[in-house]
């Protein structure tokens, strides 16, 4: 039987923890945040490229300089780099700001591809050596596999099932409006008739 934990011990990093927290939370630096995502786009040829966009967020309260993103998890021997870079720089990434960087890739393979992290290094003004900051990392892509071919209406039957009875209702109200605001025929001519 394991010996429980003294509550004094409890109470003494909680204690701890307590007069640490405003000493980390006045602390004036700047956090970095970035989130990788990846798509795959079929191109009628059959080829198959890799749309990828990482955004990068400054969480922090001062501003983050000489921001530099690096994604080499893209090996030259499985992809080719179609539009952009996969590695970019820029002079600063301000307290509460967002920079988004995207390229394009064409896979040279069919298979299974897992991506790591991206690297973001910053320089924080108080500091002199780089810090480091990691995106999230990519779903596992499943490059140029066989996929049934899509089925036209699929959405439509969908977005029918989830609303349909609200698109029923709106429907009938458009009509009712139309009806009531459009003058009918039969109406046109009396009036016409009248005026002579």
């Not at 009938?172 to 005026?195: D, E, H, N, W």
Request: a positive charge; aromatic letters at 8%; glycine letters at 6%.
């Amino acid at each position: 039987m394991a010996n429980p934990i003294p509550r004094s011990a409890v109470f003494a990093v909680l204690a701890l923890l307590l007069l640490a927290s405003p000493c980390l939370a006045a602390s004036d630096v700047p956090f970095i945040v970035a989130h990788k995502k990846a798509s795959l786009k079929r191109l009628k040829s059959g080829a198959e490229r890799v749309l990828v966009s990482v955004d990068i967020y400054n969480q922090g309260s001062l501003i983050a300089y000489d921001v530099s993103l690096s994604d080499d998890s893209w090996s030259q021997e499985l992809f080719d780099v179609v539009n952009g870079n996969t590695s970019q720089s820029w002079e600063r990434l301000d307290a509460g700001g967002l920079i988004s960087h995207s390229f394009e890739l064409e896979a040279k393979e069919k298979g299974m591809f897992f991506g790591a992290p991206a690297i973001i290094k910053f320089r924080i003004p108080t500091k002199a050596p780089l810090q480091v900051a990691y995106s999230t990392p990519i779903l596992p892509l499943d490059i140029l596999a066989e996929r049934p071919p899509e089925k036209k209406f699929e959405w439509a039957k969908r977005l029918l099932a989830k609303y349909g009875s609200l698109i029923s209702v709106i429907s009938i109200m458009v009509l009712f409006v139309y009806l009531v605001a459009t003058p009918s025929k039969s109406g046109a001519a009396k009036g016409s008739k009248k005026r002579r």
